[in-house]
């Protein structure tokens, strides 16, 4: 920040100063834990799965155990949702990595859990009724 | 070089280590022993995109990523 502010000091030119305070604030907020944890998600999904989320902001899963289908959305509490065999709801599931983890993190947690160890994740799960207006 | 991605409040800390150096290979094993004690999962992803969950550590992994023990919400 001292450096905006010398920058600022010593410029005429107040279009300066706006160009680089944007500059710092843009690359602030893709440092930010949040913008961290969306990232190393989306590295990690799969071609369709990324396609998914760039479109939609939620992605798809299937159980390794069940193969049922898992529709994980961007949050990071009750936002896992078990689907039919034609895409609708059925029940929502929450269950989540310990500590205070942003909601990229999250996801992929759920993702790893659901396509590696499906049981174990919904043995700690807890279960509500399905959200309607996710319904699509 | 090879990474050890470890979930937390800050988004991620990254261990960087040279599977080639014994010393950080020592290291990234020790690493991983404490991780996965502490109940942390830790994942890698296959060359097909899949992921798959590891229970040793496996030294010629690309990228491991670790989540902390996971609980109802």
Same mark, same amino acid.
């Given at each position: 920040m001292d450096f905006l502010? *010398?920058?600022?000091?010593?410029?005429?030119?107040p279009l300066r100063f706006r160009a680089v305070s944007d500059l710092y604030r843009i690359?602030?907020?893709s440092n930010s834990p949040e913008a961290r944890g969306r990232r190393l998600l989306r590295r990690w999904l799969s071609e369709g799965q990324l396609a998914q989320f760039d479109a939609r902001n939620f992605f798809d899963v299937i159980g390794c155990h069940t193969?049922? *289908?898992? *529709?994980?959305?961007y949050a990071n509490v009750a936002n896992v949702e078990?689907?039919?065999?034609?895409g609708r709801p059925i029940v929502r599931y929450c269950f989540i990595p310990k500590g205070d983890l942003v909601p990229g993190d999250v996801m992929l947690a759920q993702k790893i859990a659901l396509e590696t160890d499906e049981l174990a994740a919904l043995a700690v799960a807890n279960r509500f009724a399905p959200q309607p207006q996710r319904s699509i | 070089m090879s990474t050890q991605i470890v979930m937390d409040h800050t988004?991620?800390?990254?261990?960087?280590f040279d599977p080639q150096?014994?010393? &950080?290979?020592?290291?990234?094993e020790k690493r991983f022993k404490e991780l996965t004690g502490l109940g942390f999962t830790?994942? &890698?992803r296959t060359s097909t995109g899949q992921t798959m969950k590891?229970?040793?550590?496996?030294p010629t992994a690309q990228e491991t990523v670790f989540f902390p023990r996971l609980v109802g919400g």
């Open positions: 502010l *010398r920058t600022w000091r010593g410029s005429p030119d690359v602030r907020k193969a049922k *289908r898992y *529709r994980i959305y078990e689907l039919d065999k034609v | 988004g991620d800390r990254r261990h960087q150096n014994a010393r &950080e290979l020592a290291d990234a830790a994942a &890698e590891v229970t040793s550590f496996d």
